[in-house]
């Protein structure tokens, strides 16, 4: 049985800055391309029975600049959609509701058909992600590259925990984690390893 190991892209500027981002495209800044090319020696030697991506630009330029080759889009890799709290940080929104709490109340609707979503939708596309998953792990390592909030989801479902207890797993960009097995239970291996 492989391992799943997942990459948080490199730094954005609302990465960076602290502004929800889901729908914006934002590009690596200069240090987050520094942060992408810094992965691949950890992910050099490796070989994966499957490497998945989201579908943002952030997340594929992360995957080419840390030497993943074959990697395939992957729509439900897309970050939590946070609807109305689009680039706006969490500091921002508590000026209006001083009690929201994303792995709570997630993303309310936003303008132009921008939906949010609630932990439990995050849940059920991270759910979707490791029955696809499932499938290549007994052939080798499986490789996800995409965003915070949503691969913190992954974790929580992959450990058989609710969505909203992604919270418990702080997630750095430009990053590797390691999800493996002990005694036939999903674990966490390594977590925020940095070249």
Not at 92 to 111: A, F, K, S, V
Not at 127 to 154: I, Q
Not at 161 to 175: D, I, K, N, V, Y
């Amino acid at each position: 049985m492989g391992d799943l190991l997942l990459v948080r892209h490199g730094e954005t500027e609302w990465s960076r800055s602290g502004q929800h981002t889901s729908f914006t495209d934002l590009p690596l800044t200069p240090n987050g391309e520094e942060q992408a090319k810094s992965l691949a020696p950890l992910l050099a030697g490796r070989s994966f029975a499957l490497v998945l991506t989201s579908p943002l630009g952030r997340a594929v330029r992360t995957a080419e600049l840390a030497g993943v080759a074959g990697t395939v889009r992957d729509a439900d890799l897309h970050e939590w959609y946070y609807g109305a709290y689009e680039g706006v940080t969490s500091e921002e929104i508590h000026r209006t509701r001083p009690d929201w709490d994303l792995w709570t109340d997630g993303g309310p609707p936003g303008p132009d058909g921008k939906p949010g979503e609630s932990p439990e939708e995050v849940g059920e596309r991270a759910d979707r992600v490791l029955s696809r998953v499932a499938g290549a792990l007994p052939e080798g390592d499986v490789l996800l590259v995409a965003h915070g909030h949503f691969l913190r989801v992954l974790t929580a479902r992959r450990l058989g925990l609710p969505p909203s207890e992604g919270r418990l797993f702080r997630l750095e960009t430009g990053t590797v984690c390691r999800l493996s097995t002990e005694h036939g239970r999903p674990v966490i291996a390594e977590w925020n390893t940095r070249a």
